[in-house]
């Protein structure tokens, strides 16, 4: 999840993109509810959905924050939603980084995700996907696509794929980033992925963010990792290299709101 290279200007009118329009109820025909959040307020999430990276490691981007499987980091809303908070403590900052490893994957299909994102100085959310064989071959070889990331005052977006290449301990990134007529900080949104053999397209409620297929990769085929099993991750990250630090007008708790994922495998 590192800094993107330039912006893109996708949106024609802001009438394409409004709350109005997004479906708020995760049923929907064709799809599979993977989690509505329908617990207590402050419960923990669902142990048979969800897990976690632990741990204050800097992350690969000099990140501050230490991510916990505290339900003080990540619980259940009671307004039907998990919420993800990144927490300034005297011993710095907390955050929660909710994966679906060892819980859900897929292949082909499509996954959706309604999202309320924070807004503040230093932030940095994201919805994300890795390549299951991680621990088998390490990163970048597993993949990542980046669904969904913001920076800051949530007036921006950015998404992609990190595949590897020729020197196997960096990656190649092919990505889209710009700002949308809305601050994302502001409503709810889906966000999406939809995946098919040597195709790879993320969007926003009904707008398409970025096409990729393996043309777009230097050495093209050799590099593509992504017809295989990928699982979804969802965090707050705070400061480090990409979205700078926090000032004295961030406001904690952080805090990521989802209202649904579902999704549609082919």
């Known amino acids: 999840m590192s800094g993107f290279v330039a912006y893109q200007?996708?949106?024609?009118?802001?009438?394409?993109?409004?709350?109005s329009k997004v479906m708020n109820d995760g049923t929907v025909a064709g799809f599979t509810v993977y989690d509505q959040f329908d617990g207590a307020g402050g419960t923990e999430l669902d142990s048979d959905k969800w897990s976690y990276d632990t741990g204050q490691?800097?992350?690969?981007?000099?990140?501050?924050?230490?991510?916990?499987?505290?339900?003080?980091?990540?619980?259940?809303?009671?307004?039907?939603?998990?919420?993800?908070?990144?927490?300034?403590?005297?011993?710095?900052y907390t955050?929660?980084?909710?994966?679906?490893?060892?819980?859900?994957?897929f292949t082909y299909g499509r996954v959706e995700a309604r999202i309320k994102m924070p807004a503040g100085a230093g932030l940095h959310p994201a919805f994300w996907l890795l390549g299951s064989d991680i621990d088998s071959v390490g990163w970048p070889l597993s993949g990542e696509i980046d669904v969904i990331e913001t920076l800051n005052d949530a007036d921006n977006?950015?998404?992609?794929?990190?595949?590897?290449?020729a020197d196997s301990l960096t990656s190649q990134k092919v990505q889209a980033a710009g700002?949308?007529?809305?601050?994302?900080?502001?409503?709810?949104?889906?966000?999406?992925?939809?995946?098919?053999?040597?195709?790879?397209?993320?969007?926003?409620?009904?707008?398409?963010?970025?096409?990729?297929?393996p043309d777009d990769l230097t050495g093209g085929s050799e590099y593509w990792v992504f017809d295989k099993p990928f699982y979804l991750l969802f965090n707050v990250a705070v400061a480090g290299d990409?979205?700078?630090?926090?000032?004295?007008?961030?406001?904690?708790?952080?805090?990521?709101?989802?209202?649904?994922?579902?999704?549609?495998?082919?």
């Open 9 to 19: 200007q996708l949106w024609p009118t802001p009438e394409d993109l409004t709350a």
């Open 95 to 105: 955050s929660a980084r909710v994966t679906t490893r060892g819980k859900f994957e």
């Open 179 to 213: 700002y949308p007529p809305v601050l994302l900080s502001d409503d709810y949104h889906v966000f999406w992925v939809e995946r098919s053999p040597n195709k790879i397209v993320t969007g926003m409620d009904d707008k398409v963010l970025k096409t990729i297929t």
């Open 157 to 165: 977006y950015h998404t992609g794929i990190h595949a590897p290449q």
């Open 57 to 92: 490691t800097g992350w690969g981007n000099n990140e501050k924050q230490n991510y916990t499987d505290s339900s003080a980091n990540s619980f259940q809303d009671g307004s039907g939603n998990m919420s993800i908070s990144a927490l300034k403590t005297a011993d710095g």
């Open 242 to 266: 990409w979205p700078g630090p926090t000032t004295a007008e961030t406001k904690f708790p952080a805090t990521m709101s989802v209202d649904w994922v579902r999704y549609r495998t082919d």
